[in-house]
């Protein structure tokens, strides 16, 4: 749950579900929500997803030249291990596809996606020897980071790998970022999901723009 969206609403309402209006959304985070819910935490999870909806399908830009180590040095890198299948998560504008071998982008808010749909809705039929998170799992809080993994985790061949940028919870400076919660990733909480799913960290490196570059190998 965004816990900034949440404050916000018990601070507008006085914790009293019954005084969220449509327009009261509107104004505070300028989204529309019609939806009647019985309590704020459904307010929250409608009101964080339609805000990470308009933020990242209209106002948010990659530029993969920037990254120095998860950007398109990762190109060569991946084909170079040969992989039959990979899935970009979060591929943004798919700029990987048709650059890395047998790559599937998916994406829910993007239409140049392979697939336009949520991590934890997508449904393939084989496993994957290359996962690509790169800024894509980095929203919410420990609990949502923690199951996204775990997905990709159960899309990954044994022995394969998954290659990450995440965001040590830097705002965006855009003000259609302003509610987005930005999950404050470190290196002893990347250690710690290693240990949980019995995975091998292969590499952790500080990448450009303040964020965290790492590898996981999938034990057997």
């Not at 964080?48 to 530029?63: G, I, M, P, T």
């Not at 609990?143 to 790998?161: F, H, P, Q, W, Y």
Request: charge should be positive.
């Amino acid at each position: 749950m965004n816990r900034n969206i949440f404050a916000e609403l018990v601070n507008k309402t006085g914790n009293d579900v019954s005084k969220v209006t449509p327009e009261l959304i509107k104004n505070t985070f300028n989204v529309d929500v019609v939806t009647k819910h019985h309590n704020l935490v459904d307010y929250t999870n409608e009101i964080d997803a339609k805000c990470l909806h308009r933020y990242f399908a209209k106002h948010w830009q990659a530029d993969m030249k920037k990254w120095k180590y998860s950007g398109l040095s990762l190109i060569d890198q991946v084909n170079d291990l040969n992989p039959r299948s990979v899935l970009d998560v979060g591929c943004g504008h798919n700029e990987f596809q048709g650059k890395i071998k047998n790559l599937i982008g998916i994406d829910p808010y993007n239409h140049r996606a392979d697939y336009q749909v949520e991590l934890m809705s997508y449904r393939p039929q084989n496993k994957f020897d290359i996962i690509l998170a790169l800024g894509s799992i980095n929203f919410g809080g420990r609990n949502k980071i923690i199951a996204e993994v775990s997905k990709c985790i159960n899309m990954l061949e044994d022995g394969g790998m998954m290659f990450f940028r995440v965001n040590p919870g830097v705002q965006h400076d855009k003000p259609e970022a302003k509610w987005i919660e930005f999950y404050a990733w470190n290196v002893p909480f990347i250690i710690e999901l290693a240990e949980m799913f019995d995975l091998k960290v292969l590499d952790i490196r500080d990448d450009s723009n303040k964020r965290k570059y790492f590898v996981y190998r999938k034990v057997k």
